[in-house]
């Protein structure tokens, strides 16, 4: 008995609806995947700068913060970043929010790095 396939309810739309959704998440992680690697690279600057307290200034912590994100294309001001510092520790706190565009809509991604150390 045979039976043909568009008899049985197969057909392309199943395909086609998996190669939609396959390029759908291409995009997103096209678009989010430079962001996180961005916002990891700043996170480990703010971790070296916090670790190298007992050598630079608070301004001076600051300014090195500042110019990495600037060299990252981070949307990053001065008022975003914190830096205290009390005679036995430092902390440092960066926030900033990164938009991310998509066909259609802006999706704002927040990041805080956020790293206390000893000061040596």
């Given at each position: 008995m045979s039976r043909n396939r568009?008899?049985?309810?197969e057909g392309?739309?199943?395909c086609l609806v998996g190669l939609v959704v396959l390029l759908i998440a291409g995009l997103i992680a096209y678009r989010l995947i430079p962001v996180k690697v961005r916002a990891a690279e700043m996170r480990d600057t703010v971790i070296d700068e916090s670790k190298s307290a007992g050598q630079h200034s608070d301004k001076q912590i600051k300014a090195n913060i500042l110019h990495k994100?600037?060299?990252l294309n981070l949307p990053l001001s001065e008022n975003d970043v914190e830096v205290n510092r009390s005679p036995n520790y430092i902390k440092v706190r960066v926030k900033y929010t990164v938009p991310v565009e998509f066909p259609g809509y802006v999706y704002k991604w927040n990041f805080?790095?956020?790293y206390e150390n000893p000061v040596f």
């Amino acid at each position: 008995m045979s039976r043909n396939r568009w008899q049985r309810g197969e057909g392309q739309f199943g395909c086609l609806v998996g190669l939609v959704v396959l390029l759908i998440a291409g995009l997103i992680a096209y678009r989010l995947i430079p962001v996180k690697v961005r916002a990891a690279e700043m996170r480990d600057t703010v971790i070296d700068e916090s670790k190298s307290a007992g050598q630079h200034s608070d301004k001076q912590i600051k300014a090195n913060i500042l110019h990495k994100a600037k060299q990252l294309n981070l949307p990053l001001s001065e008022n975003d970043v914190e830096v205290n510092r009390s005679p036995n520790y430092i902390k440092v706190r960066v926030k900033y929010t990164v938009p991310v565009e998509f066909p259609g809509y802006v999706y704002k991604w927040n990041f805080e790095h956020d790293y206390e150390n000893p000061v040596f």
